[in-house]
């Protein structure tokens, strides 16, 4: 009788766990750019709990572009890809790897997600946008004015993370801005090498 004191506790914390893990973030994934025409091959984000998305989304040439179910992604904290410039010919090709500063992008997402008075993360996408040798991943709440209550609390924003979206129609932070290797030729290994 005794030994169910110990046995029960053991069997509930299998059942909660014990974790530091960050929750999903977004389960939208855009990808475009916002000077024309780019072609995304492979673009993989990585979050801090090993999760992996994909951004490679293929022919792309406006923001927000794309859109895809990307299932969930938690705080971004990797990035590499190949993408290049021009659709029928391309003019340039592009890599990157790189480490994402994933504290700061913590606290970037929880300054938008604390932001507005009246809306809600049901809607939040992580968009990532590729402009020649330049990626930004950028993380929204989709929040538009013609159709939402987008109206800030109070000093919601002490450390002016957030901005207005590359096509200026909402608010967002930037979780990382880099830039990438330049080639005229395909990167040996790349997507593009054949």
Not at 57 to 85: C, E, R
Not at 169 to 191: C, H, K, N, Q, Y
């Amino acid at each position: 009788m005794n030994d169910k004191r110990f046995i029960i506790p053991i069997i509930c914390s299998l059942f909660s766990g014990c974790s530091n893990t960050s929750a999903p973030i977004a389960s939208i994934g855009n990808a475009g750019s916002t000077t024309g025409p780019h072609i995304i091959k492979r673009m993989t984000v990585t979050d801090t709990n090993g999760g992996r998305t994909n951004f490679a989304y293929g022919a792309v040439s406006s923001y927000q572009g794309k859109s895809a179910d990307i299932g969930s992604i938690g705080i971004p904290n990797f990035i590499q890809g190949y993408w290049s410039k021009g659709w029928d010919s391309y003019e340039k090709y592009y890599h990157i790897t790189a480490s994402i500063d994933s504290k700061l992008a913590e606290k970037k997402i929880s300054t938008l997600r604390d932001y507005y008075k009246n809306h809600g993360d049901y809607l939040a996408a992580m968009v990532l946008t590729v402009d020649g040798p330049r990626v930004r991943l950028i993380y929204t709440l989709s929040c538009y004015a013609k159709f939402d209550d987008c109206t800030p609390r109070k000093n919601a924003d002490p450390n002016g993370w957030i901005v207005r979206s590359p096509d200026d129609t909402t608010e967002v932070v930037v979780l990382f801005d880099g830039i990438g290797e330049a080639s005229d030729t395909p990167f040996p290994g790349s997507p593009y090498d054949k």
